[in-house]
Every structure is written in structure tokens, then in C-alpha cells.
């Protein structure tokens, strides 16, 4: 069986979201290191030195390594909806864009106003849209 190709769409835009976030990260934190005139010290203690940069930069490395704790999940449940759903446009292709969208929202508000209320709100909605995405896959499989 051929995989899914509409499937592995939101995959791959996750996966490219977070090199947006990685420049994005990356382009706000060199700048604010030039201007503190930080001299990186390999021997701090992990964190130590970014968490004195301001609050607007560090947002986004947070979000950077967020993108690297459940988004794993979905990277691995979505290779399997691919190959073993055949609905090019059913159920597993809206979930997964769901848990795309929510995830980018997510970052956008993190990076931006950081309304850590409202954070958690997407995050539990997009952890619920993985969660039945990962039964699906369950049942696909199985069935």
C-alpha cells in the first residue's frame, strides 16, 4: 500500500514550522546577546545565561523546544495515519491539520504575548485532537 501522501502534508508543515520558530528564535536571541554584551560561558549552568535575556526572546526558544516534546507524537502517529489510512480527505487529514493549526497558533501566542491562559487552552485542545488521532491510527491499524 502507497502511503497517504495528502497526510504527510501536515507532517511536513510542522516539521517546517519549526524552523520558522528555530530562525524566528534565533533572530531575536543573537541580537539581545550582542546587546547585553553576554560573553557565553560554557561552564553555567544550563539556562543560567539565557534567563537573563528579556522575556520577548526567551518566549520564543521556549516555544522552539516545545515544538520538540508532543509534536514528536505527532510526527510518529501521522507517518502511520499516512500508511494505513486510505481517505485522502477523511477524518485523519482534519485532525491532523487541526493539531497543525492549533500547534502554530500556540506558538504564535507564546512567541508573541505569552497569555499563558490561553496557551493552555490550545495546548489541551491540540492534545486532545493528537489524542484521537492516535486512536484512529489504533483502530486502522488493528481493524
Same mark, same amino acid.
Given at each position: +500500500? ?6 504527510? =502534508? ?7 514550522? !519549526? #524552523? %520558522? +520558530? ?11 546577546? /550582542?546587546?547585553?554584551?553576554? $560573553?557565553? @560561558? ?5 539556562? @543560567?545565561?539565557?534567563? !537573563?535575556?528579556?522575556? /520577548?526572546?526567551?518566549?520564543?526558544? @521556549? ?8 509534536? !514528536? &507524537?505527532?510526527? *510518529? %502517529?501521522?507517518?502511520? =495515519?499516512?500508511?494505513? @489510512?486510505?481517505? $485522502? ?6 485532525? *491532523?491539520?487541526?493539531? =497543525? ?11 508573541? =504575548? ?5 496557551? #493552555? ?14 486512536? /484512529?491510527? &489504533? ?5
Amino acid at each position: +500500500m502507497a502511503p497517504n501522501k495528502a497526510l504527510l =502534508v501536515p507532517v511536513v508543515a510542522l516539521a517546517a514550522w !519549526t #524552523f %520558522v +520558530m528555530w530562525f524566528w528564535m534565533y533572530a531575536t536571541r543573537l541580537p539581545a546577546i /550582542r546587546a547585553a554584551r553576554m $560573553a557565553l @560561558d560554557p561552564n553555567a549552568p544550563r539556562g @543560567d545565561q539565557m534567563a !537573563t535575556l528579556p522575556p /520577548r526572546v526567551r518566549w520564543k526558544a @521556549d516555544n522552539y523546544n516545545h515544538l520538540f516534546e508532543q509534536p !514528536t &507524537l505527532f510526527y *510518529a %502517529v501521522g507517518v502511520v =495515519v499516512a500508511l494505513v @489510512d486510505e481517505a $485522502a480527505r477523511g477524518p485523519s487529514f482534519y485532525l *491532523a491539520w487541526a493539531y =497543525v493549526l492549533l500547534r502554530v497558533a500556540h506558538s504564535l501566542l507564546q512567541s508573541l =504575548v505569552n497569555k499563558i491562559e490561553v496557551r #493552555f487552552v490550545l495546548f489541551a485542545l491540540s492534545s486532545l485532537v493528537l489524542l484521537v488521532l492516535t486512536v /484512529r491510527a &489504533l483502530i486502522l491499524l488493528l481493524g
